[in-house]
Structure formats: structure tokens, C-alpha cells
Nanobody, 122 residues
Framework: QEQLVESGGGLVQPGGSLRLSCATS????????IGWFRQAPGKEREEVSC????????RYADSAKGRFTISGDNAKNTVYLQMNSLKPEDTAVYYC???????????????WGQGTQVTVSS
């Protein structure tokens, strides 16, 4: 059974850092793209970043460029999202998802995790 489990969320002060992890199982990670999305209360789910596990190509939302870094470890079946210089507007539930291609379209992803809460506040 395909599973994705996010971890690493929490409460952090503005300017701080967090590293989110997405542990996958039940499928061959290097056959998939992994995307990180987030959803704040009252807002639509939006792309943060995604990576192709086969060739390492990445893309970032404008809000994430220069602050967030996506990376993967196929041997550990895990994808990471390093988030630096966090802002209050980064507060959201963060989800990882697996799909066939690197895309910003959430409906193109097949499998989703349950999410991890990130709160940026002083």
C-alpha cells in the first residue's frame, strides 16, 4: 500500500528554520515526482516545491525561491523540504504527494500524506 508520512513541522519564530521529511513506502520512489504543497486556513492548497526523483529536476513556487530547498534520498525513500527564513505567511499544513511528473497541479498527484502543521509566530 502506497504511503507518505510527513514529519518535522512545529512552531518556529519568524526567521527560523524547519526541515520537513516525507517518508514514502509501497512504491519505487525514483519512478515518481514528489511535491510539497501547503494549505492555510481559508485558502486553497498551493504548490511549494517539487522534485523528480529520477533526474533530480526541481521547481519552486515564487514564495519559496531562495528560502526553501527540496531534496531526496532514494536509498531512504525520503524527500526533504528545508525551510529557512520562515515568515508568518508560511504558516500552513504542509503535505507531500507523489505523482508521475513534476507539476504544480495538485490533481496530478496520485498519493498524499496526512500533512504536518507549520506555524511561524513570535
Amino acid at each position: 500500500q502506497e504511503q507518505l508520512v510527513e514529519s518535522g513541522g512545529g512552531l518556529v519564530q519568524p526567521g527560523g528554520s524547519l526541515r520537513l521529511s516525507c517518508a514514502t513506502s509501497g512504491f519505487i520512489l525514483d519512478h515518481y515526482a514528489i511535491g510539497w504543497f501547503r494549505q492555510a486556513p481559508g485558502k486553497e492548497r498551493e504548490e511549494v516545491s517539487c522534485v523528480s526523483s529520477s533526474d533530480g529536476s526541481t521547481r519552486y513556487a515564487d514564495s519559496a525561491k531562495g528560502r526553501f530547498t527540496i531534496s531526496g534520498d532514494n536509498a531512504k525513500n525520503t524527500v526533504y523540504l528545508q525551510m529557512n527564513s520562515l515568515k508568518p505567511e508560511d504558516t500552513a499544513v504542509y503535505y507531500c504527494a507523489a505523482g508521475a511528473v513534476v507539476t504544480v497541479i495538485p490533481t496530478m498527484y496520485y498519493y498524499w500524506g496526512q500533512g504536518t502543521q507549520v506555524t511561524v509566530s513570535s
